[in-house]
C-alpha cells in the first residue's frame, strides 16, 4: 500500500500569557492509501489539533512548533497560506463534528457546494451536475431542491450529508473526519458511518476518523492511534488493539465499555481526570491515574517502544500489560474478517 | 404603518400645543396690542376647538395641501420640499462615511483581536462615542475652516460642489458617533464569526481568504450591522437638529428647531410628521433587508 501521510514527531502549542498549553506532544503515525485510520481519546487529548494541524486551520494562537506533516513527500507544516490552499479540499478535506455550526447559515447550500470546486474551469452546468451528483452520492433525496435550500431547512443528519458532499466536492484523497457523529443521534450516526465506509470504497480514499467512541472504531478503522494527554499511548490495527490491548489507557477505556459478560453490574471508570496539558507531570503522562504506576513511571517519560510488529505503545511496562484481556478472543478475528468478506 | 402613523399625528399635534407661550404674540412681537394677538389668534385657526383643529391637520395631510407657514410666509409644502434634500444628503454622507470607516477597520480589529492594532482602534471608538456633537462640530470649525481654511465654517452654497462643500464637516461630525458603534459592533461580530465552525469549514475547501472574508465573515457581521445602522440612522434624523443649527445649514432639522421657537405651529406639525415617516420607512426597508440578508427570517 502506497504511504499517503506521515507524521513525525507533531507538536502543536498554544502559548498563553502565563502558560504554554502542550496539545499535541510528539504525535508520530502513517496513514495509507485506500484505509481507515483511527485517532481516540478523551475529549482535550489533542485529537481534533492534530486534524485541524494537517490543514494548517490551527486556531490561533496555536502554532505547530516541531516536526513533520509529510503529504506524498511534501512537508504541510512548512508550507504558506497560497500552498495550503491547493491542498485544502482538493487533496485533504475536513469534516466537522457539528452539522449545526459547520455551514454557513445564510448562504445557500447551492453556493457553499460550489466552493468546493470553485478552483476548477467548469460551466454553470457541470458545476449544476456535478453538485446534484454529490448531493445524491451521500443520499439527500431531491438534491436539485435541496440545492437552493439554505441549511436551516435540513435535518441534523442532512446537514452532516451536505457537509460530507461538500467535503468530496473536489475529489480529496483525504477525508479527515472529526467526530462526525458525535452531534447526531443512534440511527443517524450509523448511516453516516455506513455512509463515509462505502464512498471510501467507492472513491478509494482514506479517512482519518476522530472519536471518542470505541464502538466506531471498531466498526471502522483498519488501523488505531490512542491518544492521551497529547500523546499517542498505543497503535496498531483494530483486531490487536480489541484482542490484545498493551497500555493501561486502552485498556481502562476497554473496562468501561458495557458487554454481556458485565450486564447488571457497575461500568468501571478510569479513576481521577485527564492531566491539565499545560502542567504536564514530569513523568508519564497517565501515571497519575495508572493502577500499574511504579516509580519511574512518576520519573521518566516512556518512548513509543514496539512490543509485537506494528504494535507500539508508550510504557514503562511492557510485561505487566501482557497479561491483559482484549475484549475480544484471537479466533473472533478470523470470525471478524469473514463479516468483512460479506 | 398605518396604525402607527395615525398615532404618530396625535403625539405631534398635542406636543407642539403643550408647548408653552403664545404663538401670536411671539409673531407679532413684544409691543403687539392684546386686540391684534386676538385677531391673529384667529386667524391662525387657534380659537378653534382642539378637536377641529386636530381634524384640519388631518384633512390637511390626506390632501396633501399643508397650508402656509406663518414666519416665511410660503406653503409649508413647498418649505419642505426645500429643505428635504439637504438632510437627506446629509444623512446619507455621513451614513456612506461610517461605512466606509467602520466596516474595513472592524474587520482589521477583529481579526487581530486584542493586539495593538485592535486596542487603538477600540480606544478610539471609545473617545469618539464619548465625545458630544455640538462640541466636535466647533472642534472642526476651529481646526479646518478657521484655521486651515479648508472648509467653509457653516452657512450654504448656490453650486452643487459648494454645497458639498458645505456638507463636509457636519457629516464627519454626524457620522462619528455612528462610525465607533458600528465598529465595535463589527469588530465583535467578527471576533465571533472567525471562531464560528463555518469559517473554518469555508477555509478548508480552499477557497482564497478575500472569499472567506466577504462571502462569509463580512456576510454574516452585515445582519447586526444593518440592525444597528437602522437605529443609528433614526437617531441620526433626530441629530441633525443639532448638527443643522451648529452649521446653520437649511434642512430639515434647522427648520424644525426655527419653526419650534417661533411657535409655527404649521410648519412644527408637519416637520414632525416628516421625521416620523422617515423612521417609519428606514424601518420597513430594514425589515426588508433582513429577509435578504438572513434567511431565517421571514417577512
Given at each position: 500500500?502506497?504511504?499517503?501521510?506521515?507524521?513525525?514527531?507533531?507538536?502543536?502549542?498554544?502559548?498563553?500569557?502565563?502558560?504554554?498549553?502542550?496539545?499535541?506532544?510528539?504525535?508520530?503515525?502513517?496513514?495509507?492509501?485506500?484505509?481507515?485510520?483511527?485517532?481516540?481519546?478523551?475529549?482535550?487529548?489533542?485529537?481534533?489539533?492534530?486534524?485541524?494541524?494537517?490543514?494548517?486551520?490551527?486556531?490561533?494562537?496555536?502554532?505547530?512548533?516541531?516536526?513533520?506533516?509529510?503529504?506524498?513527500?511534501?512537508?504541510?507544516?512548512?508550507?504558506?497560506?497560497?500552498?495550503?490552499?491547493?491542498?485544502?479540499?482538493?487533496?485533504?478535506?475536513?469534516?466537522?463534528?457539528?452539522?449545526?455550526?459547520?455551514?454557513?447559515?445564510?448562504?445557500?447550500?447551492?453556493?457553499?457546494?460550489?466552493?468546493?470546486?470553485?478552483?476548477?474551469?467548469?460551466?454553470?452546468?457541470?458545476?449544476?451536475?456535478?453538485?446534484?451528483?454529490?448531493?445524491?452520492?451521500?443520499?439527500?433525496?431531491?438534491?436539485?431542491?435541496?440545492?437552493?435550500?439554505?441549511?436551516?431547512?435540513?435535518?441534523?443528519?442532512?446537514?452532516?450529508?451536505?457537509?460530507?458532499?461538500?467535503?468530496?466536492?473536489?475529489?480529496?484523497?483525504?477525508?479527515?473526519?472529526?467526530?462526525?457523529?458525535?452531534?447526531?443521534?443512534?440511527?443517524?450516526?450509523?448511516?453516516?458511518?455506513?455512509?463515509?465506509?462505502?464512498?471510501?470504497?467507492?472513491?478509494?480514499?482514506?479517512?482519518?476518523?476522530?472519536?471518542?467512541?470505541?464502538?466506531?472504531?471498531?466498526?471502522?478503522?483498519?488501523?488505531?492511534?490512542?491518544?492521551?494527554?497529547?500523546?499517542?499511548?498505543?497503535?496498531?490495527?483494530?483486531?490487536?488493539?480489541?484482542?490484545?490491548?498493551?497500555?493501561?489507557?486502552?485498556?481502562?477505556?476497554?473496562?468501561?465499555?458495557?458487554?454481556?459478560?458485565?450486564?447488571?453490574?457497575?461500568?468501571?471508570?478510569?479513576?481521577?481526570?485527564?492531566?491539565?496539558?499545560?502542567?504536564?507531570?514530569?513523568?508519564?503522562?497517565?501515571?497519575?491515574?495508572?493502577?500499574?504506576?511504579?516509580?519511574?513511571?512518576?520519573?521518566?517519560?516512556?518512548?513509543?517502544?514496539?512490543?509485537?510488529?506494528?504494535?507500539?505503545?508508550?510504557?514503562?511496562?511492557?510485561?505487566?500489560?501482557?497479561?491483559?484481556?482484549?475484549?475480544?478472543?484471537?479466533?473472533?478475528?478470523?470470525?471478524?474478517?469473514?463479516?468483512?468478506?460479506? | 404603518?398605518?396604525?402607527?402613523?395615525?398615532?404618530?399625528?396625535?403625539?405631534?399635534?398635542?406636543?407642539?400645543?403643550?408647548?408653552?407661550?403664545?404663538?401670536a404674540r411671539l409673531i407679532l412681537g413684544e409691543k403687539a396690542t392684546p386686540e391684534?394677538?386676538?385677531?391673529?389668534?384667529?386667524?391662525?385657526?387657534?380659537?378653534?376647538?382642539?378637536?377641529?383643529?386636530?381634524?384640519?391637520?388631518?384633512?390637511?395631510?390626506?390632501?396633501?395641501?399643508?397650508?402656509?407657514?406663518?414666519?416665511?410666509?410660503?406653503?409649508?409644502?413647498?418649505?419642505?420640499?426645500?429643505?428635504?434634500?439637504?438632510?437627506?444628503?446629509?444623512?446619507?454622507?455621513?451614513?456612506?462615511?461610517?461605512?466606509?470607516?467602520?466596516?474595513?477597520?472592524?474587520?482589521?480589529?477583529g481579526v487581530h483581536k486584542d493586539k495593538l492594532g485592535d486596542q487603538a482602534v477600540?480606544?478610539?471608538?471609545?473617545?469618539?462615542?464619548?465625545?458630544?456633537?455640538?462640541?466636535?462640530?466647533?472642534?472642526?470649525?476651529?481646526?479646518?475652516?478657521?484655521?486651515?481654511?479648508?472648509?467653509?465654517?457653516?452657512?450654504?452654497?448656490?453650486?452643487?460642489?459648494?454645497?458639498?462643500r458645505c456638507l463636509i464637516l457636519p457629516a464627519i461630525t454626524q457620522s462619528l458617533?455612528?462610525?465607533?458603534?458600528?465598529?465595535?459592533?463589527?469588530?465583535?461580530?467578527?471576533?465571533?464569526?472567525?471562531?464560528?465552525?463555518?469559517?473554518?469549514?469555508?477555509?478548508?475547501?480552499?477557497?482564497?481568504?478575500?472569499?472567506?472574508?466577504?462571502?462569509?465573515?463580512?456576510?454574516?457581521?452585515?445582519?447586526?450591522?444593518?440592525?444597528?445602522?437602522?437605529?443609528?440612522?433614526?437617531?441620526?434624523?433626530?441629530?441633525?437638529?443639532?448638527?443643522?443649527?451648529?452649521?446653520?445649514?437649511?434642512?430639515?432639522?434647522?427648520?424644525?428647531?426655527?419653526?419650534?421657537?417661533?411657535?409655527?405651529?404649521?410648519?412644527?406639525?408637519?416637520?414632525?410628521?416628516?421625521?416620523?415617516?422617515?423612521?417609519?420607512?428606514?424601518?420597513?426597508?430594514?425589515?426588508?433587508?433582513?429577509?435578504?440578508?438572513?434567511?431565517?427570517?421571514?417577512?
Amino acid at each position: 500500500m502506497e504511504k499517503l501521510l506521515e507524521v513525525k514527531d507533531l507538536r502543536v502549542a498554544f502559548p498563553g500569557k502565563w502558560e504554554t498549553v502542550r496539545a499535541v506532544d510528539g504525535v508520530s503515525f502513517q496513514v495509507f492509501q485506500g484505509e481507515t485510520f483511527g485517532l481516540v481519546g478523551e475529549s482535550g487529548c489533542g485529537k481534533s489539533q492534530t486534524m485541524r494541524s494537517l490543514l494548517g486551520l490551527l486556531k490561533s494562537p496555536g502554532q505547530v512548533t516541531g516536526g513533520q506533516i509529510l503529504y506524498r513527500n511534501q512537508d504541510i507544516a512548512k508550507m504558506s497560506q497560497k500552498e495550503l490552499r491547493k491542498i485544502r479540499g482538493r487533496e485533504i478535506s475536513l469534516i466537522f463534528q457539528e452539522p449545526m455550526t459547520s455551514l454557513n447559515p445564510v448562504l445557500r447550500i447551492r453556493k457553499q457546494l460550489y466552493e468546493a470546486f470553485e478552483g476548477e474551469d467548469l460551466t454553470k452546468e457541470e458545476r449544476e451536475r456535478r453538485a446534484i451528483e454529490l448531493l445524491k452520492l451521500v443520499g439527500i433525496p431531491s438534491p436539485e431542491t435541496r440545492l437552493d435550500e439554505y441549511p436551516h431547512q435540513f435535518s441534523g443528519g442532512m446537514r452532516q450529508r451536505a457537509m460530507i458532499a461538500i467535503a468530496l466536492g473536489a475529489r480529496p484523497r483525504l477525508l479527515l473526519a472529526d467526530e462526525p457523529t458525535t452531534a447526531l443521534d443512534v440511527t443517524i450516526q450509523d448511516q453516516i458511518m455506513k455512509l463515509l465506509n462505502q464512498l471510501k470504497q467507492e472513491l478509494g480514499m482514506s479517512i482519518i476518523l476522530v472519536t471518542h467512541d470505541l464502538g466506531v472504531i471498531a466498526q471502522m478503522c483498519d488501523r488505531v492511534a490512542v491518544m492521551y494527554a497529547g500523546q499517542i499511548v498505543e497503535m496498531t490495527d483494530t483486531v490487536t488493539l480489541f484482542s490484545r490491548p498493551r497500555h493501561p489507557y486502552t485498556y481502562g477505556l476497554m473496562g468501561s465499555l458495557p458487554s454481556e459478560d458485565t450486564a447488571g453490574s457497575a461500568l468501571e471508570a478510569i479513576g481521577g481526570s485527564p492531566p491539565n496539558l499545560a502542567h504536564l507531570p514530569e513523568g508519564c503522562p497517565f501515571a497519575p491515574r495508572c493502577k500499574y504506576a511504579t516509580d519511574i513511571c512518576r520519573r521518566e517519560r516512556p518512548e513509543a517502544a514496539q512490543v509485537e510488529p506494528g504494535h507500539w505503545i508508550r510504557c514503562h511496562h511492557p510485561e505487566i500489560t501482557q497479561t491483559f484481556q482484549g475484549l475480544i478472543q484471537a479466533s473472533d478475528r478470523t470470525a471478524r474478517e469473514e463479516d468483512d468478506h460479506a | 404603518m398605518i396604525p402607527v402613523l395615525f398615532v404618530v399625528t396625535i403625539l405631534v399635534f398635542s406636543i407642539i400645543r403643550f408647548i408653552p407661550g403664545e404663538p401670536a404674540r411671539l409673531i407679532l412681537g413684544e409691543k403687539a396690542t392684546p386686540e391684534a394677538i386676538a385677531a391673529l389668534t384667529e386667524k391662525l385657526g387657534l380659537t378653534e376647538p382642539l378637536i377641529s383643529q386636530y381634524f384640519l391637520f388631518l384633512r390637511q395631510i390626506f390632501t396633501l395641501d399643508f397650508g402656509n407657514s406663518f414666519t416665511y410666509q410660503m406653503p409649508v409644502a413647498k418649505l419642505l420640499a426645500s429643505r428635504f434634500p439637504v438632510t437627506l444628503a446629509l444623512t446619507l454622507m455621513s451614513t456612506a462615511l461610517s461605512l466606509l470607516i467602520s466596516l474595513p477597520l472592524g474587520y482589521f480589529a477583529g481579526v487581530h483581536k486584542d493586539k495593538l492594532g485592535d486596542q487603538a482602534v477600540r480606544t478610539a471608538s471609545l473617545v469618539a462615542i464619548s465625545m458630544p456633537s455640538f462640541w466636535v462640530g466647533l472642534l472642526l470649525m476651529i481646526v479646518f475652516a478657521l484655521k486651515l481654511r479648508w472648509f467653509p465654517a457653516g452657512g450654504w452654497a448656490d453650486t452643487l460642489g459648494g454645497q458639498f462643500r458645505c456638507l463636509i464637516l457636519p457629516a464627519i461630525t454626524q457620522s462619528l458617533m455612528t462610525t465607533a458603534l458600528l465598529l465595535r459592533n463589527t469588530r465583535n461580530c467578527v471576533v465571533d464569526i472567525t471562531r464560528m465552525d463555518y469559517v473554518d469549514f469555508a477555509r478548508s475547501k480552499g477557497i482564497p481568504d478575500s472569499e472567506v472574508r466577504t462571502r462569509h465573515v463580512m456576510r454574516n457581521a452585515m445582519v447586526s450591522t444593518v440592525t444597528l445602522l437602522s437605529m443609528r440612522m433614526a437617531a441620526t434624523l433626530g441629530g441633525s437638529v443639532i448638527i443643522e443649527t451648529v452649521f446653520s445649514i437649511p434642512g430639515m432639522g434647522k427648520l424644525a428647531s426655527d419653526a419650534i421657537f417661533g411657535r409655527d405651529y404649521a410648519v412644527v406639525q408637519f416637520v414632525v410628521l416628516m421625521f416620523a415617516v422617515l423612521v417609519l420607512v428606514i424601518n420597513l426597508i430594514t425589515d426588508i433587508l433582513y429577509s435578504f440578508l438572513d434567511p431565517r427570517v421571514s417577512l
